[in-house]
């Protein structure tokens, strides 16, 4: 049927003008972040203590978790409470295979990503039937129960058994270390290249068909059906997503600490991780970063300073409701906005013209 | 061709849909009625949304009932809404692309299925411009060109004129007489704005209490007196 096809000459002439703008800021901000990580890489253990460069790894196990919680509530809609359990279920599976095999730290990885994805869209399930406080409520409560099998279960340490785990040892050995990555600095270096590699992923999945489908169902699930999109598929495939970059980020939380206990995974863990995530700004996968960044180097910088970390939990209160009420797209977002803002007052008071170009 | 047989919907003790039977020939349709007539429940019954308690639907020669909603815009009915539900945070190009995406035509014919998709509706705005950018008129044209984009059998459009200034509207009129020879796909279009439907329809049916009271060209029937009582009530009916 001729009619079917639509004239293609205009549309075509006009691609070719908007396509290299686009690709060119595209190839910008691709450099920029090759810079930042090579920095990070390079640079950041040299200038940091031992006491930081462990924080900073904790910082990106943590960008990790908030990246897959970003995507079930930036990006889908859901929200989930559950993610800290999910993280749990990640680092015991890998602490499980580091005692009980030899295999090496990557495939660990893999595997632990692997088998939380599994468990972690269980959790998920309920997100098909509800929405909103009470899909909230559910994933707590089921959060809770894993926190309650894993305390009565124990972390592996060594010890023979499904669970891996001998209470009568005395001396209890470390979690190992993949070859490349024995001391502090180098697992640092491990940590962050793993961590770039699941923002690579998440980036993938946001710029193209999953990403879409997930704006779609996010805005309105009812429009999202009538253009074509299974729902159910694409909304188990955001939590398997999440869970599985949640598993991967519990095995290398699992090196850096070398140690795990049940005591160290609370209930309450994923409400402060959500507090972040929405301070950071869910919206953004850079935002991620910004939640890390809250939950675990300013609890390391206060203690430095002899300060309870303990008082954060009102910083972070206050913190999501300013982020709430005046910025909803998050302090990764609304930073360089009042940066620039304040650049102009400044101007303004010297008595030059408002540059036009700040906001860039 | 839509056929309905004897369609009914009822939710509790309300009957939207009452023992419908219509016919909806190739080209542009109208479908009118006043409020409450049951003319979005009955969009949402082709979408699939709403499930009829009796009757049948054939389109094309297709039970249309028997399909699951989402794959009814892969098979082609596309539908736009009341409340306009281009998304946000994606582009003109994406929220298209998106609906190609989602049906079952090959990927590599994509970029020039959605940049025709886009031409046709005709937007000031290129193609990369965030949705969230658009003004109210716009959103609406990107709405319709996700309804038109690939190969659509059947579109839905649920009062695309609402809300816009005259100038936009006798665009929008443009486009959607345009949809037929242009895409292949028949349309049925809601609309209380009557010089948009006379403007468009060649044909026109008319729904009161979710029963068709007049069907045939739109001239005639918007004269008819069925009509214009059902529109203006029984006293101003008669001192028409």
């Known amino acids: 049927m001729a009619t079917a096809e639509h004239p293609t000459t205009s549309p075509e002439a006009a691609a070719p003008a908007a396509q290299p703008r686009f690709e060119r800021g595209l190839r910008v901000r691709a450099a920029v972040i090759a810079v930042l990580l090579l920095f990070v890489l390079i640079g950041l253990p040299q200038l940091l203590s031992l006491y930081y460069i462990d924080a900073m790894t904790q910082v990106v196990v943590y960008s990790i978790v908030a990246l897959g919680l970003g995507v079930l509530v930036g990006r889908v809609g859901l929200v989930s409470l559950g993610q800290a359990a999910v993280l749990a279920i990640g680092a015991w599976v890998a602490a499980r295979l580091l005692f009980g095999t030899g295999l090496p730290y990557e495939v660990v990885l893999l595997a632990s990503g692997v088998i939380t994805m599994v468990l972690g869209t269980l959790v998920g399930l309920p997100a098909l039937r509800m929405r909103g406080l009470y899909l909230a409520l559910i994933t707590l409560m089921l959060a809770g129960a894993i926190t309650v099998v894993l305390a009565s279960l124990n972390f592996p340490n060594g010890g023979h058994g499904f669970s891996g785990y001998n209470g009568s040892e005395v001396h209890i050995p470390p979690i190992r270390r993949p070859g490349i990555a024995q001391t502090d600095p180098a697992y640092f270096r491990y940590s962050v290249i793993v961590g770039a590699l699941m923002f690579l992923l998440v980036l993938i999945h946001v710029r193209t068909r999953p990403g879409r489908a997930w704006a779609a169902i996010r805005q309105s699930e009812t429009a999202a059906l009538a253009a074509g999109i299974n729902t159910t598929l694409y909304k188990l495939w955001a939590f398997a997503l999440a869970s599985f970059v949640t598993g991967v980020a519990g095995a290398v939380m699992a090196g850096a600490v070398r140690y795990l206990y049940s005591i160290d995974f609370q209930t309450q863990d994923s409400i402060t991780l959500l507090a972040v995530v929405l301070m950071g700004g869910a919206y953004s996968i850079w935002g991620a970063i910004v939640a890390a960044l809250l939950l675990q180097l300013l609890p390391a910088v206060l203690n430095n300073l002899g300060v309870s970390p303990d008082w954060l939990i009102i910083l972070f209160g206050i913190g999501v409701l300013q982020v709430l009420t005046t910025a909803p797209t998050g302090i990764v977002d609304q930073l360089p906005k009042d940066i620039a803002r304040l650049g102009r007052l400044i101007a303004r008071r010297f008595g030059r013209a408002p540059a036009p170009t700040e906001t860039a | ?240």
């Open chain 2, 1 to 240: 061709m839509i056929e309905v047989s004897d369609l009914t919907v009822r939710f509790g003790g309300v009957t939207p849909i009452d023992g419908m039977t219509a016919t909806f020939e190739p080209g542009v349709c109208g479908l009118i009625g006043p409020n409450g007539a049951g003319k979005t429940t009955f969009f949402n019954v082709l979408s699939g949304f709403v499930k009829p308690i009796g009757g049948s639907v054939t389109a094309f020669g297709e039970p249309l009932l028997a399909m699951a909603h989402f794959r009814r815009a892969r098979w082609g009915v596309r539908r736009t809404f009341q409340t306009e539900q281009a998304i946000e945070q994606l582009s003109i190009y994406d929220n298209v692309a998106m609906i190609h995406e989602h049906s079952k035509l090959s990927g590599s014919s994509r970029r020039i299925d959605v940049l025709g998709a886009i031409e046709l509706v005709g937007m000031a705005s290129g193609p990369q411009a965030k949705v969230g950018s658009l003004g109210a008129a716009e959103r609406r044209l990107v709405e319709v060109a996700r309804a038109l984009v690939g190969r659509p059998k059947l579109v839905l459009l649920d009062e695309p004129a609402a809300g816009l200034p005259d100038e936009e509207t006798a665009h929008l009129g443009a486009v959607i007489r345009e949809i037929p020879e242009r895409t292949g796909a028949m349309v049925i279009l809601v609309d209380h704005d009557m010089s948009l439907v006379s403007n468009c329809c060649s044909q026109t049916a008319v729904l009161d209490f979710g029963k068709l009271i007049a069907s045939g060209a739109t001239a005639d029937v918007l004269r008819d007196e069925r009509v214009v009582h059902a529109y203006l009530g029984g006293e101003a009916a008669a001192a028409v």
